[in-house]
């Protein structure tokens, strides 16, 4: 059974950082596909950034690129999400996700809240 927590979240100014972990658990964690989403109050859950297993390929949503970067450590079977330059509307439940082949993503977290506000 395939674990993913998510910590790091809380409240952060405008133009601040704040930086997201996400420890796994429970399948080979270097063959996955990681990814980040959010879902805003009233709003759909959308995709944030993602990171293959062994190139460390990236692709990131428009509203986030340029100030956000998702990394990994295969030895530590952790992936992070550094946020920069935040935006209020960055201002969401932020999921980490994993798949290990194409298609939907099948693993979870529980997510953690992220507040950017003065």
């Known amino acids: 059974q395939v674990q993913l927590v998510e910590s790091g979240g809380g409240l952060v100014q405008p133009g601040g950082s704040l930086r997201l972990s996400c420890a796994a658990s429970?399948?080979?964690?270097?063959?996955?596909?990681m990814a980040w989403f959010r879902q805003a109050p009233g709003k759909e859950r959308e995709f944030v950034a993602s990171?293959?297993?062994?190139?460390?390929?990236?692709i990131y949503a428009d509203s986030v690129k340029g100030r956000f970067t998702i990394s990994r450590d295969n030895a530590k079977n952790t992936v992070q999400l550094q946020m920069n330059s935040a935006k209020s509307e960055d201002t969401a439940v932020y999921y980490c996700?994993?798949?290990w082949g194409l298609g939907q993503y099948e693993y979870w977290g529980q997510g953690t809240q992220v507040t950017v506000s003065s």
């Open positions: 990171i293959t297993g062994t190139t460390g390929v990236t």
């Open positions: 429970g399948r080979t964690f270097s063959r996955s596909i």
């Open positions: 996700a994993a798949k």
